[in-house]
């Protein structure tokens, strides 16, 4: 079959119009975040579970006091029980070995990836490392976290935990 030239009256002098190529430009995407962005907002999480994690250590604490004086009876639930303990124990034991929190390093590997220089801070993380972060010798550290796992096994001593299907009497007083 010939082909449009071919056909009677058509202008064989003109070139036949080729497509361009498909050029391949970026697109933008406005739901793209920036690199350096991602990386701090994973670095704000961290801080922001870092921040809970102390939110619980030293809460749970002052319910098991509180709660004991005023009989409530979730503040002797053995796995709260169990995961307080731990959590003040992991504490306690990295201050004695020297060793640094987790939660702080792996919050301070994103904001080195995202570039972060000393004084580059958003409103999360100046707030809650105003709160969670205070300039002492280690010595002062060890001993706080210390003396804190020491009052919660007197907590455990004073109101012992109970399995959630026992009940029992309240607390000692």
Do not use: K
């Not at 030239?5 to 003109?14: K, S």
């Not at 570039?115 to 972060?133: D, K, P, Q």
């Amino acid at each position: 079959m010939p082909g449009p030239a071919a056909h009677a009256g058509a202008d064989t002098t003109r070139p036949r119009a080729v497509p361009a190529p498909a050029q391949h430009t970026a697109s933008v995407n406005p739901w793209q975040i920036p690199p350096a962005m991602a990386y701090r907002v994973l670095a704000d999480l961290v801080l922001l579970l870092h921040f809970a994690v102390v939110i619980f250590v030293v809460g749970g604490l002052a319910a098991v006091v509180l709660g004991q004086g005023r009989g409530w009876a979730w503040v002797r639930n053995l796995p709260f029980r169990l995961a307080h303990l731990a959590a003040i124990g992991v504490v306690a034991a990295q201050a004695w070995l020297g060793q640094v929190c987790p939660l702080t390093t792996l919050e301070s590997w994103p904001r080195v990836q995202a570039g972060a220089t000393g004084y580059r801070r958003s409103f999360i993380e100046h707030w809650v490392h105003a709160m969670l972060y205070h300039e002492a010798p280690p010595w002062v550290f060890t001993l706080a976290y210390t003396v804190f796992a020491l009052l919660v096994l007197l907590a455990w001593w004073r109101c012992p935990p109970r399995r959630p299907s026992r009940g029992g009497p309240h607390c000692a007083p």
